[in-house]
T-cell receptor, first 116, second 112 residues
């Protein structure tokens, strides 16, 4: 069964450094998402992406964050100048359609980001 | 404020018991998801509902749109069912795409 893959599984970065989290969505999916889960807290929506542009973003997704689909298969989340509070598990998800009614979102296993 | 509430937060049961996890939400939704999060952190989609009831193996999910409430049931529970079960919804007011709003999850432990 096709799956969403995320790399790396664990990323350790110094505060202030830039980090790029990578995702390969399911190949025929059209909608892509990033979520994050701070340790011990609930999962939070960051951003959704369709047709090479951001469809929706949350208050969390400020100017330090950006997303890109550079080559038709990868979907990346860039955090420009990392802060300690960016430490979290970041999940990528994809879905075939954007209505949310008939198509589930498929999640990757996540990237654990640790900021030192 | 659009919110998703789950209960109970923690549930410990004996193998074979019938399990019910509840989810309620504040305003109208276009879809509700039940997800399972394993100890390693990975998330698996179990169900997506907009009305009625769905069944997959020993898992049953129901939703009552009028009451803004959904339940996830596990029949003949087994220790391998131990995980965090998360309810997530897509609120109508959220705009064009499908960012989900998540509940805090129910931590289920099934003891042999």
């Amino acid at each position: 069964e096709p799956e969403v893959t995320q790399t790396p599984s664990h990323q350790v970065t110094q505060m202030g450094q830039e980090v790029i989290l990578r995702c390969v969505p399911i190949s025929n999916h059209l909608y892509f998402y990033w979520y994050r889960q701070i340790l011990g807290q609930k999962v939070e929506f960051l951003v959704s992406f369709y047709n090479n542009e951001i469809s929706e973003k949350s208050e969390i997704f400020d100017d330090q964050f950006s997303v890109e689909r550079p080559d038709g298969s990868n979907f990346t989340l860039k955090i420009r100048s990392t802060k300690l509070e960016d430490s979290a598990m970041y999940f990528c998800a994809s879905s075939l359609s954007g209505t949310g009614v008939n198509q589930p979102q498929h999640f990757g296993d996540g990237t654990r980001l640790s900021i030192l | 404020k659009n919110e998703v509430e789950q209960s109970p937060q923690n549930l410990t049961a004996q193998e074979g018991e019938f399990i019910t996890i509840n989810c309620s939400y504040s305003v109208g939704i276009s879809a509700l998801h039940w997800l399972q999060q394993h100890p390693g952190g990975g998330i698996v989609s179990l169900f997506m509902l907009s009305s009625g009831k769905k069944k997959h193996g020993r898992l049953i999910a129901t939703i009552n749109i009028q009451e803004k409430h959904s339940s996830l049931h596990i029949t003949a529970s087994h220790p391998r069912d131990s995980a965090v079960y998360i309810c997530a919804v897509r609120f109508y007011s959220g705009g064009g795409a499908d960012g989900l709003t998540f509940g805090k999850g129910t931590h289920l432990i099934i003891q042999p």
